[in-house]
């Protein structure tokens, strides 16, 4: 079992940018995959993006295309989700949590391929 620690969670204004981070107590590069989702009260938890750890490759919600940027520093055992021009929609607990396998363009966004799970980081979006 992997633990994952999020951090850099915070109450921004709409535009602005936070740089969210995972770390893993692994190798990320013996998990496949880390994933970040966010869910709000009363909702499902919903895919945001996700990263191979192996060759770097990522997947996006359509919500933030062009606007967050998951990345990974296998030294570090870290994934970061660096979310610029924040959104009134954004607001969220977001977690990361390890992919079971290899991740797909089709099943990336689902929660139940995920194993491991942070306990999350709270972000706020607010003027």
């Known amino acids: 079992q992997v633990e994952l620690v999020e951090s850099g969670g915070g109450l921004v204004q709409p535009g602005g940018s936070l740089r969210l981070s995972c770390v893993a107590s692994?190798?990320?590069?013996?998990?496949?995959?880390i994933g970040w989702f966010r869910q709000r009260p009363g909702t499902q938890r919903e895919g945001v993006a996700c990263?191979?750890?192996?060759?770097?490759?990522?997947y996006y919600a359509d919500s933030v295309t062009g606007r967050f940027t998951i990345s990974r520093d296998s030294a570090k055992n870290t994934v970061y989700l660096q979310m610029d021009r924040l959104k009134p929609e954004d607001p969220a607990l977001y977690y990361c949590?390890?992919?079971?396998?290899?991740?797909?363009?089709?099943?990336?966004?689902?929660?139940?391929?995920?194993?491991?799970w942070g306990q999350g980081t709270q972000v706020l979006v607010s003027s």
């Open positions: 949590a390890t992919y079971r396998g290899l991740a797909h363009a089709s099943s990336w966004s689902l929660s139940n391929n995920y194993a491991d």
């Open positions: 692994g190798r990320i590069l013996d998990m496949n995959a």
């Open positions: 990263i191979s750890t192996g060759d770097g490759g990522t």
